[in-house]
């Protein structure tokens, strides 16, 4: 059972999303256990004022240490084994890879940030790890957390459904999809390839490996560097060469020669 605590100056945010598809499944099934706590409620004024002005001036409003503390003290007693992480942009870039790290986690403890940040010594002394989703800037942590809950529940076994689960392969061998059809065999002029229609497993298999290849190749092409090729993959990039090479030849025959330009 992996369990999953956000802290947050806005639980209804994440509450509608424990209600939904694989996470709503993978509760039921109790392969995790997913829940929220309010920053506010740590708050230890009157007002229970969460953010206050950054010291040495400046604009916008910075997260106070004592509620933060208060709320990952109280996280920590129920998952005294969790790892406490923060959510920012200045963190390491979530992938498939740091989803398999975290999925061997007993549990975590997401602390989403809002405003311009929260106080540094919340980060120094209580913060494990710090994960940002991408170069791109958010209003705040919430998003984040549910994007790494998302991808790390699908990798614990059994939180998928029998049907979800051959979607698993989809990333782990490094490759983009391949191109996907269903019925009607021609629609508005397009027709589903052939070989689809055909029945013929082995040539199936070798048309979806070669589908997923050619679109790596290019879409993502930084993909394919650094990742090893099997024999069946190089013979089908070895194929495209040269048919590539053949459409050039005439060219660098000319270029060679001085033809032209
Ligand atoms: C305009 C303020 N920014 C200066 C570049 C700093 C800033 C502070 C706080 C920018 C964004 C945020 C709120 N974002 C998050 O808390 C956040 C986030 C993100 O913005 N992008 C990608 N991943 C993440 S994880 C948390």
């Known amino acids: ?5 956000v802290l947050t100056i806005f639980p209804e945010m994440v509450a ?6 694989i996470i709503r499944r993978a509760i039921e099934r109790k392969k995790i256990f997913a829940s929220a706590l309010n920053i506010r409620d740590f708050a230890t004024d009157r007002h229970q004022v969460t953010d206050d002005r950054p010291y040495g001036g400046g604009s916008g409003m910075i997260m ?23 959510l920012t942009p200045r963190g390491r870039v979530f992938n498939q890879s740091v989803a398999w790290e975290l999925a061997a986690c007993e549990g975590l403890i997401l602390v989403c940030g809002r405003y311009e940040g929260i106080d540094e010594r919340i980060c120094h002394g209580l913060i494990e790890d710090e994960i940002s989703i991408g170069d791109y800037i958010l209003s705040g942590g919430e998003l984040a957390a549910m994007v790494i ?17 051959v979607e698993n392969d ?28 055909s029945g013929h497993h082995r040539k199936i298999e070798n ?6 290849l050619m679109r790596t190749l ?21 194929k495209w060469s040269d048919e590539i090479q053949r459409i050039l030849e005439p ?4 270029k060679k020669r001085g033809d032209c330009e």
């Open 170 to 197: 989809s990333f782990s061998n490094g490759l983009l999809e391949y191109a996907h059809y269903t019925r009607p065999p021609v629609f508005e002029d397009q027709h589903v390839p052939e070989v689809l229609l």
């Open 149 to 165: 809950i998302e991808a790390v529940t699908r990798l614990i076994p059994g939180a998928l459904g029998a049907d979800d689960a």
């Open 64 to 86: 106070k240490p004592e509620p933060l503390a208060g709320a990952i003290a109280a996280a920590e007693k129920t998952m005294p084994a969790a790892r406490k992480i923060l």
């Open 218 to 238: 290019l879409k993502r092409p930084e993909l394919l560097h650094g990742r090893e090729l099997n024999n069946r993959e190089r013979e089908i990039l070895k």
């Open 16 to 21: 509608a999303f424990w209600e939904h598809g």
């Open 1 to 5: 059972m992996m369990e999953f605590t």
């Open 251 to 254: 060219y660098q025959r000319s």
């Open 207 to 212: 048309w979806r490996l070669e589908s997923s």
